[in-house]
């Protein structure tokens, strides 16, 4: 299973940091990748639905600053019941730490939103702020969980729901038209790297 030794998660997070830089460079280059963006983009408006769209809306605001709050609160209370007072501090580090990531990224590349968006909204699109934290909040539950139980089925349904959570919640992006693919790309390796990192040096924390 995924993430299962020290030197496979070691492994994971440099994949992710290296993939990051990568999808960056092709970014900043305008090479082959903002072609496929452009493609993705184009054929992804052409297939909304007006009955979907209103549920895809309410997914990805799942996923915003309300979202991850209430959902924050409730976690940061739930773990504080169960005094896993380390857990609490992983969980806030991978949350606060995503949201301050992905904001410097996009103010240092500072790149347009597609044209193709169905949402009013503001700022830079990369990286995706919301597939960054998705993936770092999801992963951090996956390794909080996980160190609660020896069953490996439950560790499997606890690693596939937070990966499918995180898919989940890039698609939306896109659907929405408010993100290119590559911003969720880089916001998945991102997320990913800041929870890795995270979760290799708070195995060294008493």
């Not at 963006?37 to 993705?40: E, F, H, L, T």
């Given at each position: 299973m995924m993430f299962e030794n020290r030197k496979l998660l070691t492994l994971v997070n440099l994949f992710s940091l290296v993939f990051f830089v990568a999808i960056l460079v092709s970014v900043r280059s305008h090479s082959f990748l903002t072609r496929i963006?452009?493609?993705?983009s184009l054929h992804m408006s052409s297939l909304r639905?007006?009955?979907l769209t209103?549920?895809?809306k309410a997914v990805t605001d799942m996923n915003g600053f309300v979202g991850v709050a209430i959902f924050s609160f409730i976690t940061i209370l739930l773990f504080w019941r169960k005094e896993w007072y380390s857990d609490i501090g992983l969980f806030v580090?991978?949350?606060?730490g995503s949201a301050g990531l992905f904001?410097?990224?996009k103010f240092l590349v500072e790149r347009a939103r597609p044209d193709t968006a169905i949402l009013e909204i503001g700022g830079y699109s990369f990286p995706s702020g919301h597939t960054t934290m998705a993936t770092a909040m999801a992963f951090a539950c996956y390794f909080i969980l996980k160190g609660k139980t020896d069953s490996k089925l439950?560790?499997?349904i606890l690693f596939w729901a937070a990966f499918g959570w995180t898919v989940l919640i890039a698609t939306t992006r896109i659907y929405l038209g408010v993100h290119w693919f590559s911003d969720v790309l880089g916001g998945f390796s991102l997320g990913l790297f800041w929870i890795t990192l995270l979760r290799l040096v708070?195995?060294?924390v008493p």
């Open positions: 963006d452009s493609w993705i639905m007006d009955w209103p549920w895809v580090m991978a949350t606060l904001s410097g990224v439950l560790h499997t708070w195995k060294r």
